[in-house]
C-alpha cells in the first residue's frame, strides 16, 4: 500500500509564505496527476493546484498569482509553494496522486495549514 508523506504545513502569518512536500513512500507507475487539494472548516474539499503531464497546471481562482505547484519526477515528489497566505487559505491541504485508470488515486493523510491574521 502506497502512503503519501506530506510536510510543510504549520501556522504562519498573513502575508507569509510555507511550502507544502508530498513524497510517495515507494514508487507510483504510470502517473498522470499530482496536486493538492484542501478543505477549509465546515467546507468541502476543493481543489487547490494540480499538475498533470505535460505540465499541464490547474489552480483555483482564489489561488492565482500566490500559489506555485511544481513536481521532481525523479523523485515522484510535488511541491506547493504558498505565498501572500491569507486567512481563507486556512484550510488541512491533502496531496493527491492520479495513476494509470484508477478513478480514486491516492490521498495523503493531510497537513494543516493556519494563517493568523
Known amino acids: 500500500q502506497v502512503q503519501l508523506v506530506e510536510s510543510g504545513g504549520g501556522l504562519v502569518q498573513a502575508g507569509g509564505s510555507l511550502r507544502l512536500s508530498c513524497v510517495p513512500s515507494r514508487s507510483i507507475f504510470s502517473i498522470n496527476a499530482m496536486g493538492w487539494y484542501r478543505q477549509a472548516p465546515g467546507k468541502q474539499r476543493e481543489l487547490a493546484a494540480l499538475?498533470?503531464?505535460?505540465?499541464?497546471?490547474n489552480y483555483a481562482d482564489s489561488v492565482k498569482g500566490r500559489f506555485w505547484i511544481s513536481r521532481d519526477n525523479a523523485k515522484n515528489t510535488v511541491y506547493l509553494q504558498m505565498n501572500s497566505l491569507k486567512p481563507e487559505d486556512t484550510a488541512v491541504y491533502y496531496c493527491?496522486?492520479?495513476?494509470?485508470?484508477?478513478?480514486?488515486?491516492?490521498w495523503g493523510q493531510g497537513t494543516q495549514v493556519t494563517v493568523s491574521s
Open positions: 493527491y496522486v492520479g495513476y494509470g485508470n484508477n478513478p480514486f488515486g491516492y
Open positions: 499538475i498533470t503531464n505535460g505540465d499541464n497546471v
